[in-house]
């Protein structure tokens, strides 16, 4: 999913990115994968020129929100 978010953002589409990333997310929620994450992350850098639609900030909110963190500290 990772890698789809980041074809879509490469395809200047946003919110397809978003999508994939938010999906992504929800697996890694599930089973922790540290390159799963390293890949969320650079699809969010990519998506910087679109950072004022919602549903980059709604990727925002995901990624760094605290669920992920404490997801991440339990790995």
């Known amino acids: 999913m990772g890698d789809l978010a980041s074809v ?9 990115a978003c999508a994939r990333a938010e999906e992504a997310l929800d697996q890694l929620a599930r089973t922790w994968y540290a390159t799963g994450m390293d890949r969320i992350t650079q699809v969010r850098r990519a998506l910087e020129p679109w950072a004022d639609q919602e549903c980059v900030r709604r990727l925002d909110d995901r990624l760094y929100g605290w669920e992920t963190t404490l997801s991440a500290l339990k790995r």
């Open 8 to 16: 879509e953002a490469a395809a200047g589409d946003p919110e397809a």
